[in-house]
Structures are given as C-alpha cells and as structure tokens.
C-alpha cells in the first residue's frame, strides 16, 4: 500500500475544469473563433502560457509577440479569478472529503500536486488548505505535465519515495507525469481518455482504501 496518496486539484478535488473552459472560450470568442468542449481535453493539466498554445493554434491565430501573449493569458486569468472567488465549500467534488478522511486515518499521508498558480486561493475558498501535508503547485515548478517534477517535489517534501506514492488525476498530461515519476496513478474521469492510468474511478464516492491497493 502507498504511503502517501498526491491529489491533483483542477478536475479531481474540484470541478475547476469547468471555470478554466468558460474562461478560455471567452477568450477566444473574444478572439473570433469557437471554442469546444473536444478541443479543451487538451487544456487540462497543461499549464496557462501552454494553455493559450494550444488554444491560439485552435484557432489558427500566429502571435509572436511574447507581451501580447502574456496579456492575453492575464485577461483569461482575471476572468477564472472571478470565477474561482464565488466558490464554497459545496464544490468539493462527492465523497473526496470522506477519501481524504480515510487516508488520514490510516496514516497514509496527503498532497497536493497542481500545475495552477491558483492553487492557495481555491484551497483557502474551500477551507481545505490546512489539510493537506504537502502543497505544490504551479508557483513552486518550473516545468509543467507531462514533467514529473510536481509529483518528484510533493514526494521529496513528503520525505517518502516516488515509488510509495500513488496520484489521483483527471488529465492525459497529469497521469504521464505520475507515470514518468515512477508513480502509482488512479484517473478520475473517463476511462477511454484515461487509459494509461493503473485504475479509473468516476468519483471519489463510496471508495474505500482497497482503492490504493495494486
Ligand atoms: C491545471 C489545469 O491544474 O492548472 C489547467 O488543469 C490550468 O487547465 C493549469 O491551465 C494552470 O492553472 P492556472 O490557475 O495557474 O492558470
Ligand atoms: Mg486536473
């Protein structure tokens, strides 16, 4: 059994998926093309400058200029911010509470490993930020998933071995990473998307620590 379990936030703790989605598509509104559902898989894991890439390449949009960019991803930011701020506690995702609880009491313990830089602020808006052991996040890295240093740094910080954590992730980049860093790593979603992970569940309800056994 692993001795510490590594949670991605965005899709997994919560549905933050879904804000990230409606900010970029804002964006490319804005910008004069569609935006869908399909093509925002993409997004996810995939860090904000990253992001607007593959989003700019969606559209067929060339931006050389580095400022312009850089505006662009702070004008998506500033609306997921406002977002992000209007959520409670209500929007932990069913039965993760109760998963965490678990795994506390069975002295397994708990991180966060995210690529957001918003990581503290949707922690803090439900009031979980004090229960984690370990918080990385997208300002404490420098190379984004499919890059295992998230998950390498919540392991080191963690004082356990790579090879003792399992990850918990809802994006294709995410489960590569926990992969290259020699991890265990369960998907959250769909298993036809997912299916490089070692398990896939659809939520955390009703799981229990035979989850985290291979
Ligand atoms: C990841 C999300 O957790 O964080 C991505 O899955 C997002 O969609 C990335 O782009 C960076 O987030 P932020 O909050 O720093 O823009
Ligand atoms: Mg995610």
């Not at 933050?16 to 804005?30: F, G, I, M, N, S």
């Not at 969606?58 to 991803?73: F, P, R, S, Y």
Request: negative net charge; glycine residues 8%.
């Amino acid at each position: 059994k692993p001795k510490a379990c590594i949670f991605d936030l965005d899709g997994v703790i919560v549905d933050t998926a879904k804000y990230h989605y409606l900010a970029w598509k804002r964006l490319a509104k804005e910008l004069g093309f569609e935006f869908t559902e399909k093509d925002n898989e993409r997004l996810k894991g995939v860090s904000r400058m990253e992001s607007l890439e593959i989003l700019l390449s969606v559209g067929g949009i060339k931006i050389d200029d580095e400022n312009v960019k850089l505006q662009l991803a702070e004008k998506k930011n500033k609306w997921y911010v406002e977002y992000i701020n209007q959520m409670t506690k209500d929007e932990i995702l069913p039965g993760v509470i109760e998963f965490l609880e678990l795994l506390k009491s069975a002295g397994i313990k708990v991180a966060i490993g995210s690529a957001s830089k918003n990581t503290i602020t949707i922690l803090e808006r439900i009031g979980l930020k004090d229960f984690f052991d370990v918080i990385i996040d997208g300002t404490k890295i420098s190379k984004a998933k499919p890059d295992p240093e998230v998950f390498l740094k919540a392991a080191e910080e963690l004082s356990v071995r790579p090879e003792e954590c399992c990850v918990f992730e809802d994006a294709v980049a995410g489960i590569q990473a926990a992969k290259s860093a020699g991890m265990k790593v369960i998907g959250v979603g769909d298993p036809t998307i997912l299916k490089d992970a070692d398990k896939v569940i659809q939520s955390f309800q009703g799981q229990t620590l035979g989850l985290i056994e291979f």
